[in-house]
């Protein structure tokens, strides 16, 4: 499997691509004015997600596809049976990692240990594509943790776990965009995943808004677990999005963003 060493280069220049086109998305067709010019808050996030990256490489030696590889070679996981399908594998590993993803993010919210680094995503008082940059490096190593330990779990398929990492960070930067899908093109689309229209009622200042809408991919699990909601209507335009109370300029530093989770909580 030579091509795992070009895999984490792939999901950059995915990432770069989707970022590039929910941009220009975006910027032509605006849902709401940003409170804050756009250059400062990229760039920070930016640093952000270059930190987090590094901080993941030298914690975890290999990827989670390379795991994959390894758990493939042995008997054990829920998937590492010779009579099963190869598309059943993948569709069933696309299925379970996003509820892995799910849960944790779930988890974020509901543990107040876990939700003060969430917090640092939360409080960005804009919200648009550079919100998907904008994770505390504890919370990317948090959750690459409880990932790979479901890749091993189920020993998916090497290529499933890639399409999963590929179909997450493409959808991560579409779902955070200050833009909406067409009304007839958004009723159909909400019915299979997450997008922006919904995602925005998860970052909402509301806290009621904040426990819903946690899915990742898949719309599924927030109305199987009771966690959905579609708003007052399909674009709800009285959303105001951030964290009460850090609303402000300083929310956008990067050393506010590196210290949130050890902040004294008032």
């Not at 756009?38 to 930190?51: C, D, F, S």
């Not at 758990?71 to 054990?76: G, I």
């Not at 099963?84 to 379970?96: E, G, N, R, T």
């Not at 998907?132 to 919370?139: G, K, T």
Request: with cysteine; proline share 5%.
């Amino acid at each position: 499997m030579s091509w795992i060493k070009y895999q984490a280069g792939l999901q950059w220049l995915l990432f770069a691509a989707t970022f590039l086109a929910v941009a220009i998305w975006e910027t032509a067709c605006q849902r709401r004015p940003l409170k804050f010019p756009p250059e400062k808050r990229w760039a920070n996030h930016g640093v952000l997600l270059i930190l987090s990256t590094i901080v993941g490489s030298l914690v975890f030696r290999m990827s989670a596809v390379a795991m994959a590889g390894m758990a493939a070679t042995t008997r054990l996981g829920l998937l590492n049976k010779p009579w099963l399908p190869f598309a059943v594998k993948w569709a069933c590993a696309i299925v379970v990692l996003d509820f892995v993803r799910y849960a944790t993010h779930r988890a974020f919210h509901s543990v107040p240990m876990l939700w003060r680094v969430h917090e640092v995503h939360h409080s960005d008082p804009d919200y648009d594509a550079s919100t998907a940059a904008r994770f505390h490096p504890l919370e990317s190593l948090v959750d690459r943790a409880v990932f790979v330990t479901g890749v091993v779990l189920l020993a998916a398929p090497p290529v499933a776990v890639f399409s999963a990492d590929l179909i997450s960070t493409a959808l991560n930067v579409f779902v955070h965009a200050n833009a909406s899908l067409p009304v007839g093109i958004e009723s159909f689309t909400r019915r299979l995943i997450i997008t922006p229209d919904l995602h925005r009622i998860h970052h909402s200042e509301d806290l009621d808004g904040q426990a819903t809408n946690f899915g990742q991919i898949f719309g599924c699990w927030d109305r199987l677990f009771g966690t959905y909601r579609q708003g007052q209507a399909i674009r709800d335009q009285s959303i105001n999005t951030g964290v009460k109370g850090l609303q402000n300029a300083v929310s956008l530093e990067v050393q506010f963003m590196l210290r949130e989770p050890f902040r004294n909580a008032d």
